[in-house]
């Protein structure tokens, strides 16, 4: 609990293998960056948590909690929930076939991404254990929950295609590594990345397929 | 009606923020109440009307009150702090004279931050008062915060919760540099 209420405070600790003068600069410059991305990020209506405060004595983000599981567990328990049969006890009105939650599911990522990279929002680290679904816990798992984009600390401002395109490489590979079979609901999410932003988003997306030939890091020969 | 208190989770040893809305009525009929600070108290009053809720005046008082601890203050003392943590500029002038209380009657916050008083202590509970968690935010001019923290009350505004995201961010983010 934070001032009354419930909050997550997130510290940066000292890296003894660095340079003490190199480590307090980075360590600075990066808590001072998730803070900056944050605001900015809710200025452009991208679901974040709210920052509180930002503690530079004690290398401390103070921000809003968000109660409820990441994407990664959300669409493992929604799986295993459909496969076992689960979900049949719940009820019928409030619940949605695997189909239609993946659809929606896809909708509100892309959605959020398309606005992140339009505000020129680079994630750095994004993949499914930093999209939160914001709900209790005792949420039936075929209820589409709100989503929110949560650890910034990477993150960073780019106007390039070549930015935002490793950025949902680093999403589409750890979708395919951690969710297997979920191919359908990746290209949901670049469709409808697409749809928000149609312009840029031609630029990224052609970008990404070269990304995919090769690899996240850049050939530097030549 | 009861006086809102909230301990200080970072603070424990510095008492408690206690708060008081009094209504239009009870304004200070032209007269701006002094501020007074002693050692490990202090009262303050703000204008409610740049207030969404208290969540805003905790972590204002919070981050002066941490201020202080480390010897950081930016302004002359902890009451000019917690006014100038609220507002999202470094000019300390403006802050004071948008969060102060001002000669027109309007809703007012009083704040006592210390040990916490007894229900029988301080003449402002004589008269009756609004409540702080209820009434705080029920007269907030949108208009004024919006053209104060430079938001769009069409884009940013959409509700009062929205807008209080859009403040707090702003104020945790003011005066922040890597070093």
């Given at each position: 609990m934070f001032c009354g209420r419930p909050a997550i405070a997130k510290q940066r600790f000292n890296k003894t293998y660095r340079h003490p003068d190199l480590d307090k600069k980075l360590t600075s410059r990066r808590l001072v960056q998730e803070g900056r991305l944050l605001l900015k990020c809710l200025k452009a209506n991208v679901p974040v948590p709210t920052i509180w405060w930002v503690d530079m004595a004690r290398l401390t983000l103070y921000m809003e909690r968000i109660d409820?599981?990441?994407?990664?567990?959300?669409?493992?328990?929604?799986?295993?929930?459909?496969?076992?049969?689960?979900?049949?006890?719940?009820?019928?009105?409030?619940?949605?076939?695997?189909?239609?939650?993946?659809?929606?599911?896809?909708?509100k990522v892309g959605e959020s991404l398309a606005k992140m990279h339009d505000a020129n929002i680079i994630h750095g680290d994004l993949t499914t254990s930093n999209i939160l679904c914001q709900g209790e816990s005792s949420s039936p798992v075929r209820?589409?929950?709100?989503?929110?984009?949560?650890?910034?600390?990477?993150?960073?401002?780019?106007?390039?295609?070549?930015?935002?395109?490793?950025?949902?490489?680093?999403?589409?590979?750890?979708?395919?590594?951690?969710?297997?079979?979920?191919e359908d609901l990746f290209q949901g999410i670049?469709?409808?990345?697409?749809?928000?932003?149609?312009?840029?988003a031609k630029a990224v997306l052609h970008r990404l397929e070269d990304v995919r030939l090769r690899g996240r890091k850049r050939s530097m020969v030549g | 009606?009861?006086?809102?208190?909230?301990?200080?989770?970072?603070?424990?040893?510095?008492?408690?923020?206690?708060?008081?809305?009094?209504?239009?009525?009870?304004?200070?009929?032209?007269?701006?109440?002094?501020?007074?600070?002693?050692?490990?108290?202090?009262?303050?009053f703000l204008d409610a009307r740049m207030l969404t809720s208290i969540f805003p005046v905790l972590l204002a008082v919070n981050k002066a009150i941490t201020a202080e601890e480390d010897g950081r203050l930016r302004t002359n003392n902890l009451a000019t702090e917690i006014l100038f943590?609220?507002?999202?500029?470094?000019?300390?002038?403006?802050?004071?004279?948008?969060?102060?209380?001002?000669?027109?009657?309007?809703?007012i916050l009083?704040?006592?931050?210390?040990?916490?008083?007894?229900?029988?202590?301080?003449?402002?509970?004589?008269?009756?008062?609004?409540?702080?968690?209820?009434?705080?935010?029920?007269?907030?001019?949108?208009?004024?915060?919006?053209?104060?923290?430079?938001?769009?009350?069409?884009?940013?505004?959409?509700?009062?919760?929205?807008?209080?995201?859009?403040?707090?961010?702003?104020?945790?983010?003011?005066?922040?540099?890597?070093?």
């Open positions: 409820g599981p990441s994407l990664r567990d959300y669409l493992f328990a929604s799986t295993v929930g459909w496969l076992s049969g689960q979900s049949h006890t719940q009820e019928r009105s409030s619940s949605l076939s695997p189909m239609s939650l993946d659809d929606g599911l896809a909708q209820v589409l929950l709100p989503l929110v984009i949560i650890d910034f600390g990477l993150g960073y401002i780019s106007t390039l295609p070549e930015d935002k395109a490793v950025d949902l490489y680093v999403l589409e590979r750890a979708f395919f590594s951690t969710h297997p079979g979920t670049l469709q409808a990345y697409r749809k928000v932003t149609p312009a840029s | 009606m009861s006086v809102y208190t909230q301990t200080l989770d970072m603070w424990p040893q510095r008492g408690a923020v206690q708060a008081l809305l009094l209504g239009p009525s009870q304004s200070m009929d032209g007269k701006v109440p002094s501020t007074t600070a002693e050692e490990f108290s202090l009262l303050l943590n609220l507002s999202p500029t470094t000019n300390i002038n403006e802050s004071l004279a948008k969060y102060g209380v001002k000669t027109d009657p309007h809703p009083a704040l006592h931050i210390g040990p916490p008083m007894d229900d029988n202590e301080g003449s402002l509970r004589a008269s009756p008062l609004l409540s702080v968690e209820k009434d705080l935010g029920k007269d907030v001019d949108v208009a004024a915060l919006c053209k104060y923290f430079k938001l769009d009350p069409s884009k940013d505004a959409h509700d009062i919760q929205d807008l209080e995201r859009m403040i707090i961010a702003t104020m945790a983010l003011k005066g922040v540099s890597a070093k």
